[in-house]
């Protein structure tokens, strides 16, 4: 029994005491290990939880043409916002917002409501890409409406009407299917790419550096505090081969039609024109594009997205004649080739008929100069069946047909040159000789696109120099940019001079009376080229369809001038265009520019001895997008003396 | 009787002690709520030290004794009062632990019952006159603090009905338990738990309390709720390092709760391993005093007293420091003497109150 006066057991007191000691080693632990051995884990997570990377947008680089005038720009876009954290009623000036910004007012009151479960400090995006007179009317009302705010981010600047769209391409958000290629792995969800053409291939080049800005945030994202900032590197220019004021030539040409038009320096392999039409307005892309929108220019039978320059595949018709004549020639059997024509001819039991014969004429005896100028089919059969596929294949090949021309844009197709061994690997099938006889004349398996054949009869004319047709002079380039293509790349394919003279001579008697295409001759100016109508299907079940017009034939040229060592080649393909002399018009208006261009070139007048810029003012009147009330418009420009020679005709006074 | 009771024999070497700890915790408050809607907190809770003392003072003046011969009435009281929460309280969080009272200010009954569970285990034990505990005693022993424990737990407040459990524990364990009922009740309370936690059917804990505890074990699993908090507390702690850094997490406001149920963390962070360090020593001096005047107690229900402080003072760091460092749950329990409140606050003043009101009467006889 115990008695009131005993005391409580020391050694459960003192058992107690240990267990509060021991309960304070295993606290003291804990901080321990928090606080020294994991202390720079747990720093590094709360300096992640309190700094916010904010990223600064680099502004892309611009696009320039050969003499450095500016194609692509980037223009500021303003955003209109509406900030929450202010004592102002929003809803009290919803209705003036909705006016100076064109918004419906139920509209907006709808948003400011659906965003009153939202933190204060996030603000409603109201307007994208805001006029100027919307930014100006935010500007006004500072102080009536200081909610309002705008936030400025760089957009691309693209000609406007797609011109030159399909060879610059667009920008837009990068897509999963890129975040998972190589050349894109350092991008995020949401980063602005080149997705087609010049801006996709150069990407790299023009996208410059963001810069980041590292914000001290609390725990409910708002900032607190600028912790430090570094610059965006902007975007190198990236100067193109291509000329204006020859792109303006193509692009006129191939207005409202069907096709592409190439033109090419053969020395260098440097584009410097490139269309294909019809085409579309990138500028829609660099906003948002609907998706009706979308649908509509990819559904389009027109292929409105493609670039047909360097995607569209398409037998080459009778242009191939320039490339069985090299052939033929240089197995020794064209130039003492003697065809008599009668309209058609038989070839392994089948009837093969000249163009000649639907207009019921014939072209009688004919040699190889007669066969190119006249574009005798039967000729070419007969060669084609003397020379065989494989000899074909051989020289067309060459020449670089059915294969990548390797030019600096993207989804560059290749087209097909048949041969026994092609159709065996793809069809399990033996070559027929017959089908070597379509082929003689650019029919059948064969398909090519502009960019080859360009590339193909740029090396004819230059004697079997061939080079790699380029958009960009690799030249003027940061090392490392290009990996895959060198296109300073020069092949000689051996062509007998005799036979590239005797040839490009036949090829000068097109443009004139006599020849396939008399009417597309530019008087003072020697054009040696070749005509083609590439049929879509047989002329037989083109005859039995309803509407011939679905049908219709392709129309080519291929020309060059001047004959001998030429400036400039040029490719056209006019698709529906039934015939070649109707496509040699579209090229020689091409190299008609070019050549009056070369000739009130600077090159032949003397140079400015002092180079230096000057500024010149300028007024001129433009009508608004909607095509009414011309505002007068004034600005400056600086006219670079070093770098743009002034022709004469607009030689400012006071330049000496 | 008694020779007479002086101020001389209060424990002032305690009271400096305590007053430290209680500067520490104004200045953190002062400190994590600066910027904050909770600014001036710092002030308010000076005046609730202020006004701790003088209730502590008034505590040590009425005889334990007294206080232990009228207990059924207060145990009795205590009971209604949490009844009264339960009917009338005010709702907060999804749970009624308030009772308005005029003026503004919210009473939390659940806070001075640990008060009277104190002095009833006390007066319990004291009455007792065996060595050694039968299986009677400590049911009933159990039923004093298991009765108010369960309107806590309904209100619903686990982490303060949690708190009653030491003091019964260390009733029974100084009372005289002994090796064979200390293994059969540690069996049963984890049979106990474990039937809490694996059987669906039993409801004992509210989900959200189910989660606090289960996330404990695995953060990652409510990222956005409790195991929010004590990643955001861990990486405070951690991120001290040893003297102390920023303080970005608590000014951040990533750590929740900074001024109550974090306060540890957010000084660990402020003042590093050392700071914490010194200040986890300060609480254990003061335990070791306590306990030290548990010893010197006039008689057996002093000593129960005492250490029925030492128990509920223990678990509170125990279990809130345990929890700022991650080895707890969290469970809502706040560091006494530290985090910002006033019904924490005057309990730990009412409780240093008895402990004083022994000690003076140590040599009376």
Redesign the interface.
């Known amino acids: 029994?115990?008695g009131?006066?005993?005391?409580?057991?020391?050694f459960?007191?003192t058992?107690?005491?240990y267990m509060?000691?021991a309960?304070?080693l295993?606290?003291?632990y804990?901080?321990?290990?928090?606080?020294?051995m994991?202390?720079n884990?747990?720093?590094t997570?709360?300096?992640k939880?309190?700094i916010r990377n904010v990223p600064i947008l680099a502004p892309r680089g611009k696009i320039l043409d050969r003499e450095g005038r500016t194609i692509v720009d980037n223009y500021p876009s303003f955003s209109a916002l509406l900030l929450r954290d202010t004592p102002h009623d929003l809803n009290a000036d919803s209705d003036l917002i909705a006016q100076g910004l064109h918004l419906d007012p139920d509209d907006l009151r709808t948003r400011i409501r659906t965003f009153a479960s939202m933190p204060q400090y996030q603000p409603i995006f109201l307007k994208e890409d805001i006029t100027p007179d919307e930014l100006a009317f935010i500007d006004s009302h500072r102080n009536e409406l200081p909610e309002l705010d705008t936030i400025v981010a760089h957009r691309r600047l693209y000609p406007r009407n797609g011109f030159m769209a399909h060879l610059i391409g667009y920008v837009g958000e990068v897509t999963e299917d890129m975040l998972n290629q190589p050349q894109f792995e350092l991008y995020n969800p949401g980063d602005v790419v080149g997705i087609s053409g010049v801006e996709r291939q150069y990407n790299n080049l023009l996208i410059g550096t963001n810069g980041a800005r590292r914000e001290?945030?609390?725990?409910?994202g708002r900032e607190?505090g600028l912790l430090d900032e570094t610059d965006a590197i902007p975007g190198k220019p990236l100067k193109l081969t291509v000329d204006i004021d020859l792109q303006i030539a193509a692009e006129e040409a191939m207005e409202g039609k069907n096709g592409a038009i190439i033109a090419m320096d053969p020395h260098t392999g440097e584009i410097l024109a490139m269309v294909s039409g019809p085409t579309f307005d990138p500028n829609d892309f660099s906003v948002h594009i609907s998706r009706g929108e979308w649908n509509k220019l990819v559904d389009d039978p027109d292929k409105p997205l493609l670039n047909k320059a360097i995607q569209a595949q398409l037998a080459p018709g009778s242009t191939f004649k320039v490339v069985m004549s090299v052939a033929g020639w240089q197995e020794g059997i064209a130039q003492s080739l003697r065809v008599h024509c009668n309209g058609s001819a038989d070839f392994y039991g089948r009837n093969y008929k000249c163009w000649v014969y639907f207009l019921h004429q014939s072209h009688g005896d004919v040699d190889l100069e007669k066969a190119i100028y006249q574009s005798c089919d039967v000729f070419f059969y007969t060669l084609a069946d003397r020379l065989g596929i494989e000899r074909i294949a051989k020289y067309a090949s060459l020449l670089g047909l059915g294969q990548k021309t390797g030019i600096d844009l993207p989804n560059e197709v290749s087209g097909v040159m048949p041969s026994e061994e092609w159709k065996l690997r793809n069809f399990h099938q033996k070559w027929f000789a017959g089908e070597t006889i379509s082929v003689g004349i650019g029919q059948g398996a064969i398909t090519v696109t502009p960019v080859q054949l360009i590339r193909a009869i740029s090396a004819i004319s230059m004697g079997g120099r061939m080079v790699v047709p380029h958009v960009v002079n690799p030249s003027g380039l940061p090392p490392g940019l290009l990996q895959t293509a060198n296109y300073t790349e020069v092949k000689n394919i051996p062509i007998d001079p005799e036979g590239w003279n005797y040839i490009t001579d036949a090829m000068v008697k097109v443009l004139q009376p006599g020849g396939t295409a008399p009417s597309a001759g530019v008087p003072g100016i020697e054009i040696a080229g070749k005509t083609g109508s590439a049929q879509v299907v047989s002329l037989a079940l083109r005859a039995k369809a309803k509407n011939e017009s679905d049908f219709a034939q392709n129309g080519w040229f291929v020309g060059f001038t001047p004959r001998r060592n030429p400036d400039v080649v040029v490719c056209a393909l006019f698709q529906g265009g039934e015939h070649g002399k109707l496509a040699a018009r579209l090229a020689t208006q091409v190299i008609q520019a070019y050549v009056e261009k070369q000739r009130r070139s600077p090159q032949k007048v003397a140079r400015i001895s002092k180079p230096e810029k000057v500024e010149v003012g300028a007024l001129w009147s433009e009508p608004d997008p909607d095509g009414n009330n011309s505002k007068l418009q004034m600005g400056r420009f600086v006219v670079d003396l070093a770098k743009k020679p002034l022709p004469l005709a607009i030689a400012a006074p006071g330049v000496e | 009787m008694s020779r007479y009771v002086s101020f001389r024999d209060f424990d002032w070497l305690l009271l400096v002690f305590v007053l430290m700890i209680c500067a520490l915790g104004v200045m953190e408050i002062q400190s994590a709520t600066a910027h904050t809607k909770f600014a001036g907190a710092n002030v308010k809770q000076m005046y609730w030290v202020v006004a701790g003392i003088g209730l502590m003072f008034l505590m040590s003046m009425v005889s334990y004794h007294a206080l232990l011969d009228k207990i059924q009435w207060f145990y009795i009281a205590a009971i209604a009062s949490l009844m009264a929460v339960l009917v009338f309280g005010t709702k907060a969080l999804g749970a009624k632990r308030w009772i308005k009272i005029p003026g503004g200010n919210h009473f939390q009954p659940s806070e001075w019952v640990k008060l009277i569970l104190i002095l009833a285990v006390a007066k319990y034990f004291a009455d007792?006159?065996?060595?050694e505990l039968s299986w009677s005693d400590l049911l009933k022993a159990g039923a004093i603090v298991v009765v108010p424990m369960l309107m806590v737990l309904k209100q619903p407040d686990l982490g303060t009905a949690l708190t009653y459990l030491p003091i019964a524990a260390?009733g029974i364990?100084?009372g005289?338990l002994q090796w064979k009922q200390g293994v059969i009740i540690a069996l049963l309370a984890t049979i106990g738990v474990g039937a809490v936690f694996f059987i669906p059917r039993v409801h004992v804990l509210k989900s959200y309390q189910k989660q606090r505890l289960t996330s404990f074990v695995d953060p990652d699993l409510d990222p956005q709720g409790s195991g929010y908090q004590v990643e955001?507390s861990?990486?405070?702690?951690?991120?001290?390092?040893?003297w102390g850094?920023k303080g970005?997490?608590t000014?951040?406001?990533?750590l929740p709760v900074p001024q109550t149920d974090f306060i540890f963390a957010a000084f660990?962070e402020e003042h590093?391993?050392v700071g914490?360090?010194g200040l986890?020593l300060l609480?254990?001096i003061v335990?070791?005093r306590l306990?030290q005047n548990?010893?010197t107690a006039p008689?057996?229900a002093g000593?129960?007293v005492v250490?029925g402080v030492?128990a509920v003072l223990?678990f509170h760091?125990?279990v809130n420091?345990?929890m700022v460092?991650?080895?707890m749950p969290v469970t809502g329990i706040p560091l006494p003497l530290m985090s910002y409140g006033g019904s924490s606050v005057l309990f730990m003043f009412l409780a240093l109150g008895m402990v004083m009101n022994v000690r003076m009467r140590r040599f009376v006889n």
């Open positions: 029994m115990l009131r006066d005993d005391k409580v057991s020391e459960r007191l058992a107690a005491q509060i000691l309960i304070f295993v606290l003291a804990g901080l321990w290990r928090l606080q020294v994991e202390s884990l747990y720093a997570l709360a300096e939880n309190r001290l945030v609390n725990s409910h607190v | 007792m006159r065996q060595r260390m364990f100084l005289g955001q861990l990486i405070a702690v951690g991120s001290g390092g040893l850094g970005s997490q000014h951040g406001a990533f660990a590093g391993f914490a360090l986890l609480y254990f335990l070791m306990t548990a010893q008689d057996r000593t129960f250490m030492v223990s760091i125990l420091v345990g460092v991650g080895f």
